[in-house]
């Protein structure tokens, strides 16, 4: 129905910024909520943003907000994931996901469609 492909991770110096995008292929966009998960070595992974599929509600993870901002274009099937000020403890590898649903879903195992994943990395 819809694939995933992340790309923009990389290594970055505390304080830095980076901005991940997650493009999808497939019709039906507009129908999946998407959302952005990060797994450390050793580990869970871990919900960090998502955003409903009409883009009207936005959640954060209580460690990213004030400083991720997560957005949609539809038009373009991408939705991106803006990183600023970033801590060393930010360090994963990072996930988009999507499911079909009309609100956001924080657990993993609710989502069907995964990317393969982005490494970032922040240095002291």
């Known amino acids: 129905q819809v694939q995933l492909v992340e790309s923009g991770g990389g290594l970055v110096q505390a304080g830095g910024s980076l901005r991940l995008s997650c493009a999808a292929s497939?019709?039906?966009?507009?129908?999946?909520?998407v959302a952005w998960f990060r797994q450390a070595p050793g580990k869970e992974r871990d919900f960090v943003a998502g955003?409903?599929?009409?883009?009207?509600?936005?959640y954060y993870s209580d460690s990213v907000k004030g400083r991720f901002i997560i957005s949609r274009d539809n038009a373009k099937n991408t939705v991106s994931l803006q990183m600023n000020s970033l801590k060393p403890e930010d360090t994963a590898v990072y996930y988009c996901?999507?499911?079909?649903?009309?609100?956001?879903?924080?657990?993993?195992?609710?989502?069907?469609?995964w990317g393969q994943g982005t490494q970032v990395t922040v240095s002291s």
């Open positions: 497939g019709r039906s966009f507009s129908s999946y909520a």
């Open positions: 996901a999507a499911a079909i649903t009309g609100t956001v879903f924080r657990a993993p195992n609710s989502y069907d469609h």
């Open positions: 955003v409903s599929r009409d883009g009207a509600r936005i």
